[in-house]
């Protein structure tokens, strides 16, 4: 049974697991990251061969200036970032109300548009619901008297953003994003894909793909555990690493569905937090067009009442001329509107056979402020268990933010963690 000691061991090799590694080697050059996939990124992830650059089928825009992401990308990389209102404009057919207007400028929407904004831009303000009373946003915009009109608007502009629907979207945990919220409003593009701030993170790291991982075993007398590593994790083939501390990044899903057992078992208060927390589901719909058949200042437009509520329209610099065409229209559908998309794209042969998700070690996009989800939930998801076990990833962020910037300052709080614990004197310096 091959096994290998490291003072530092990461579950999972997406953004959260390289930059947490990133920021570890110089004090532990020793760090492993044990990556279950074929490959790493997590959910950035590119198709070629569609159009003449890579098409993110993950992650694709930077959401506000303010961000450790955009800091490392300009600095440490040089990446040009154009930043783009959103949205800039709106598609009312039928089905969004008001006579069906067709395409409208967000300059020139109407004061439905502009109060649901105020609504949500200003939740923070409203009084958190008290334990066990949280409300859906759409009995939230209800008490308010919105119409169905602003409920249309709402779902497209923000439940889908958010990656859920109306009945799913709590108010605790939005009234919670508001307020730790500082990134800033515009939407940022990248003058290169994605894809190349994963390699500069995993530049000189210790990878191992295909590793997927079955078991973390952290207890036992303390003295005994030092001796032997302090961490024993197991992959599903029987190899063995063994290390003074783990930071574990795996989806949401992977925790909640128990397909990494711990022992001993996770605390009360983190397995409590994992029963209330919620990831949904993103769908793309990628149309790809040799020519431009939409205005050339169009970038993205949303569609209320519709069953894709948002498109955006894509030109990037092309890294590969001559491979597809050089227009494309991505549409995005998140939340049920997701499921019901992946249900009709797989349709099993028989009901006996389920579709199988396109990234089992991840199933699904991102979470979001989750209905029924208590204050505190997320810090207990983050808190380290018995000073070698640490958690990072984008469903620990405390604010609720799910973003890539907001897995990337879980990384940062997970090291911080792991040098104090492991080198305390050193880390008080």
Request: aromatic share 8%.
């Amino acid at each position: 049974m091959a096994e290998s000691f490291h003072s530092v061991a990461i579950v999972g090799a997406g953004v959260s697991g390289l930059y947490a590694a990133h920021l570890l080697r110089a004090r532990f050059p020793d760090v492993v990251l044990l990556e279950a996939q074929n490959r790493i990124g997590g959910r950035i992830k590119q198709v070629h061969g569609f159009a003449p650059w890579p098409v993110e089928v993950g992650p694709e825009f930077v959401h506000g200036r303010n961000s450790t992401f955009v800091r490392l990308a300009e600095s440490a990389m040089g990446v040009q970032l154009r930043e783009k209102d959103w949205p800039d404009f709106w598609h009312f057919g039928a089905e969004g109300g008001a006579g069906g207007q067709g395409l409208v400028a967000d300059a020139n929407v109407d004061d439905e548009v502009a109060k649901v904004h105020d609504l949500f831009g200003n939740c923070d303000e409203e009084p958190l619901p008290p334990p066990g009373r949280d409300v859906s946003a759409v009995d939230w915009m209800r008490s308010k008297g919105c119409s169905q009109r602003q409920m249309a608007i709402a779902d497209a502009c923000y439940a889908n953003d958010f990656c859920c629907s109306l009945r799913h979207l709590g108010l605790r945990e939005m009234i919670l994003e508001n307020r730790g919220w500082d990134s800033g409003e515009t939407y940022l593009l990248m003058d290169r894909s994605l894809g190349e701030v994963i390699q500069h993170l995993a530049k000189g790291a210790d990878v191992r793909t295909n590793w997927a991982v079955q078991s973390i075993e952290y207890g036992g007398p303390a003295a005994a555990q030092q001796q032997q590593g302090g961490v024993t994790i197991r992959a599903v083939d029987g190899r063995v690493v063994r290390c003074r501390a783990v930071v574990v990044t795996v989806a949401l899903p992977i925790l909640q569905q128990n397909l990494i057992t711990f022992s001993p078992p996770l605390p009360p208060a983190k397995t409590a937090a994992l029963s209330r927390l919620r990831m949904g589901n993103v769908v793309k719909l990628l149309l790809s067009f040799s020519s431009r058949f939409w205005p050339e200042d169009m970038y993205d437009v949303l569609c209320p009442g519709a069953f894709v509520p948002e498109f955006w329209m894509l030109r990037y610099p092309e890294t590969n001329p001559g491979v597809g065409t050089p227009f494309c229209i991505v549409g995005f559908i998140a939340g049920e509107r997701a499921d019901e998309a992946s249900a009709i794209a797989s349709a099993p042969a028989s009901p006996a056979t389920a579709p199988h998700p396109l990234e089992p070690f991840v199933r699904g996009a991102y979470t979001y402020p989750t209905l029924g989800a208590e204050v505190g939930d997320r810090g207990a998801l983050a808190a380290p268990v018995a000073g070698r076990v640490f958690f990072a990833g984008e469903a620990t962020q405390e604010a609720a933010n799910p973003c890539i910037q907001g897995a990337m300052e879980t990384a940062e709080r997970a090291a911080a963690q792991v040098g104090a614990a492991l080198e305390p004197a050193r880390s008080k310096m």
